[in-house]
């Protein structure tokens, strides 16, 4: 299973970008999928879920702000992130949870929101 994600780069507070999840070897759509982040010295933490019939969960932290999606012609996930904030400044991962865990991941990409 190969997971590529795109679409990070630097974005001034308030704005708005779209992370991109290209998946190999495994259907999105089989799995749940869900966008992590890490910054420096903190754990890697859960920001969005989608789970095979399509239901999203949110970190409180990005409730309102972050839409994931799925499209399963492209077998891509997305994280549409609006109003970011500096605090959102992390690299993003996407995973795939196959056995009750997430086992599978991608190579993140980096966030980086200016004041």
């Known amino acids: 299973v190969q997971l590529q994600a795109s679409g990070g780069g630097l974005v001034q507070a308030g704005g708005s970008l779209r992370l991109s999840c290209a998946a190999s070897?495994?259907?999105?759509?089989?799995?749940?999928m869900g966008w992590h982040r890490q910054t420096a010295g903190k754990q890697r933490e859960l920001v969005a879920a989608i789970d095979i019939g399509g239901t999203a969960d949110y970190a409180d932290s990005v409730k309102g702000r972050f839409t994931i999606s799925r499209d399963n012609s492209k077998n891509t996930i997305y994280l549409q992130m609006d109003s970011l904030k500096p605090e959102d400044t992390a690299v993003y991962y996407c995973a795939q949870r196959r056995h009750g865990t997430y086992d599978q991941w991608g190579q993140g990409t980096l966030v980086t929101v200016s004041s």
């Open positions: 070897g495994s259907l999105v759509s089989r799995y749940t």
